[in-house]
């Protein structure tokens, strides 16, 4: 069995079109979670640049893994020693992705692209890769995903026993409403399914009419809460599990 894994999510509000800012955001968390021994740090979805469902702005704001901000970004991590998962809108050759992509040692290790997608203009990802932290294999979904037993169980039956989920549920004001408790539900559903943890980070505060209030926490595989940032605040959980 392995040693237990000190992980990090975090809770903020939503950065749009501004990779600098996000990155600088990105940066001090990641130093202040390494400090408290935090090998493993998820950020919300599409928080790189800022989430949309506007084909047009997805296409704007999409970059590839090659790009100058995101190679700067994987640089001045490279002095930590943790794992982060990005939530980024990523070009794939022609294709345009809903992805998390993971950096570590100061380059992308991986990248995951969103398959449930609702994003316009965003192609759905096919594969499943599972990751590996200090011998934790996990497997990242994105928000929507997290709504599919079958893909969180074929990411179990291959080893997973981390889920993170990188969510970005700001919603008209109504659905956000009620969404909260909806999205815990189904987290934990996840984690007695597949009996894995479960890490999620989502984004907080208010943008064009919308609001998120915050899913942002590590559920135990028996689907009790271990950690949460409250709702509507801006936080990070820093939580060893194993």
């Known amino acids: 069995m392995s040693a237990p894994l000190i992980v990090a999510a975090v809770q903020c509000a939503a950065i749009f079109d501004d990779v600098a800012g996000a990155s600088a955001h990105i940066l001090s968390c990641a130093t202040e979670a390494a400090a408290a021994g935090a090998r493993l740090i998820v950020f919300p979805e599409a928080y790189l640049q800022g989430h949309s469902y506007r084909a047009e702005l997805v296409a704007q704001r999409a970059l590839s893994i090659d790009n100058a901000t995101i190679i700067a970004l994987a640089e001045a991590l490279a002095p930590l020693r943790i794992m982060a998962v990005i939530g980024f809108f990523e070009r794939r050759g022609a294709l345009l992705h809903n992805s998390a992509m993971i ?8 990248c995951y692209a969103k398959q449930d997608v609702r994003e316009a ?4 990802g096919a594969e499943r890769p599972i990751f590996n932290c200090d011998d934790w294999p996990f497997a990242i979904s994105i928000c929507r995903d997290t709504r599919s037993p079958d893909l969180s169980l074929d990411f179990a039956t291959r080893g997973a026993r981390l889920l993170c989920y990188p969510l970005g549920n700001m919603l008209p004001p ?69």
């Not at 009996?195 to 919308?210: F, K, L």
């Not at 135990?220 to 605040?233: K, L, N, S």
């Open 103 to 110: 950096i570590e040692g100061g380059r992308i290790v991986g």
């Open 121 to 124: 203009g965003c192609a759905p």
């Open 174 to 242: 109504d659905i956000a409403a009620v969404n909260r408790e909806m999205t815990l539900a189904c987290h934990a559903d996840r984690a007695r399914e597949t009996g894995c943890w479960v890490v999620s980070a989502d984004v907080v505060g208010a943008h064009e009419g919308w609001v998120a209030h915050g899913n942002t926490r590590l559920l135990r595989p028996d689907g009790a809460i271990v950690a949460e940032v409250p709702e509507d605040e801006a936080g990070m959980i820093v939580v060893s599990m194993g």
